[in-house]
């Protein structure tokens, strides 16, 4: 980062909240100011007061704010001595430096704020190292600023060159840091992908949305879970999957991740991004919604905006408006749908509403893209005949003579394939119906 940070004790640290509209950004109904004061209550600080925000049609260069918004600025610090100025806006170095320089006070922009949430919260190696990385590439371009007191000795022998020496060293280091948090962040995405391959035979759901929308409550209600889910802002950064079984007997594996946000830093997206990539490479994307919160819309579109940001943009198949026993107008939930046309569940999470409709689509969704296949197994076989059992459901099974076992069988259409494709010579099947939506062309048959 790119200031030391202050040690945190049993007293919160006190926080005066400011920033700048400007024409481009949507409204929000607590005020321009409620997700920043959100951040900063996860963040584990205390907002001890707001400045107005200042609208504006651009950043001021040297200050993000006018001058005489500074001026108001300075007497609410005056006034009330907090420790930290959190602006709602990302802030150039020159503008970090100006501020707390005319201020005298520590300033921290969204950017930082969010990175601070996100130190606070990782919990496997993993996220800690994209966090890390997004901190390192997030101080990069401020180190300039941060040497500036060496640039102003001038004329003294050997002052001027030392200075821009270490300036120099401080860049090849945090290179060299970047570089390797890369390499760690390969290595342990390549052994993610393999066991994400080792899960080909079961159908996988991931649950996407706004931060704080319910995706892990959600997940504990539906699989008895006990994953941790609170009422604040960026509970959950790391991927967990767990077991879900439906109604009709059917194991699907669903996994939740880190949740969305407003104007979330760039950095903080590329950093994270093997992670969310992760969480759409899913056979059923599941968009959970606050139906309850009033920029439900705004979320919406915000969760939209990082899909479209990464590599390959996959929509969501199923919005899930949760909470909905929270909901005072139904006909709100109707509004937000606009012209989207993925299929819609409304539940609540907290209460056990509608998870069963939940169920019931997933489990449409699976039979979809199921085939209903006979496969004739030699007795001798019985591995073969284990692993048919153990990936599908067995809707007949009839014995020929003592050498065969024949099973009617309904499975996904890929495990069928990849169960063809692995079949010892003698084992033979036919599709008797076809996936009504395939994965891919099946090139399995007798």
């Known amino acids: 980062m790119s200031r030391a940070s202050t040690p945190t004790g049993s007293e919160r640290e006190r926080?005066?909240?400011?920033?700048?509209?400007?024409?481009d950004r949507s409204r929000e109904s607590g005020g321009p100011l409620a997700e920043a004061r959100g951040l900063v209550l996860a963040s584990g600080a205390n907002p001890v007061g707001e400045v107005p925000v200042q609208r504006r049609d651009r950043p001021h260069p040297g200050m993000l704010f006018g001058k005489g918004k500074v001026e108001e600025i300075?007497?609410?610090?005056?006034?009330?001595?907090?420790?930290?100025?959190?602006?709602?806006n990302d802030l150039t170095p020159a503008q970090v430096r100006n501020l707390e320089n005319e201020l005298g006070v520590r300033i921290v922009d969204r950017s930082e704020l969010i990175l601070d949430i996100f130190a606070t919260r990782a919990k496997t190696r993993q996220a800690h190292l994209q966090v890390e990385l997004a901190q390192v590439e997030y101080l990069l371009p401020r180190l300039r600023r941060m040497w500036t007191h060496l640039e102003r000795l001038d004329g003294g022998v050997g002052t001027r060159g030392?200075?821009?020496?270490?300036?120099?060293?401080?860049?090849?280091?945090?290179?060299?840091?970047?570089?390797?948090?890369?390499r760690q962040l390969k290595q342990i995405e390549k052994r993610k992908?393999?066991?994400?391959?080792?899960?080909?035979?079961?159908?996988?759901?991931?649950?996407i949305g706004y931060t704080n929308a319910g995706k892990s409550t959600l997940l504990n209600a539906l699989t008895g879970a006990d994953v941790f889910a609170e009422d604040m802002l960026f509970a959950t950064l790391d991927t967990r999957t767990r077991k879900w079984k439906l109604k009709q007997g059917h194991t699907v594996l669903i996994s939740d991740t880190v949740g969305f946000l407003q104007r979330l830093?760039?950095?903080?997206?590329?950093?994270?991004?093997?992670?969310?990539?992760?969480?759409?490479?899913?056979?059923?994307?599941?968009?959970?919604?606050?139906?309850?919160?009033?920029?439900?819309?705004?979320?919406?579109?915000?969760?939209?905006?990082?899909l479209d940001e990464l590599s390959e943009h996959r929509p969501a198949d199923v919005i899930v408006f949760n909470k909905v026993d929270l909901v005072e107008d139904p006909l709100r939930m109707q509004l937000l749908l606009a012209d989207r046309q993925m299929e819609v569940v409304h539940l609540s999470a907290g209460t056990g509403e509608g998870l069963d409709r939940l169920d019931r689509v997933v489990q449409?969704?699976?039979?979809?893209?199921?085939?209903?296949?006979?496969?004739?197994?030699?007795?001798?076989?019985?591995?073969?005949?284990a692993a048919i059992r153990k990936v599908s459901t067995v809707l007949e099974q009839t014995v020929e003579g003592d050498q065969f076992v024949c099973l009617k069988v309904r499975t996904l259409e890929r495990t069928y394939g990849n169960l063809m494709r692995r079949a010892p010579e003698g084992v033979t099947s036919k599709v008797l119906t076809p996936a009504l939506d395939p994965f891919t062309t099946s090139d399995s048959g007798e």
Not at 369 to 376: C, D, E, F, P, Y
């Open 265 to 306: 830093p760039h950095h903080l997206v590329a950093s994270f991004h093997a992670t969310l990539e992760e969480a759409l490479n899913v056979d059923l994307l599941i968009h959970v919604v606050d139906s309850a919160h009033p920029d439900a819309a705004l979320q919406m579109e915000a969760v939209e905006s990082v």
């Open 15 to 23: 926080v005066l909240l400011c920033g700048v509209v400007f024409p």
């Open 74 to 88: 300075k007497a609410e610090v005056e006034r009330l001595s907090p420790s930290a100025l959190v602006v709602d």
């Open 364 to 385: 449409a969704r699976i039979d979809a893209r199921s085939v209903v296949a006979s496969i004739r197994v030699p007795m001798a076989h019985g591995e073969v005949l």
């Open 193 to 207: 992908h393999r066991q994400v391959l080792t899960r080909a035979e079961e159908f996988t759901v991931g649950l």
């Open 162 to 182: 030392p200075g821009e020496t270490q300036l120099e060293t401080d860049r090849r280091l945090l290179q060299k840091k970047v570089d390797d948090l890369r």
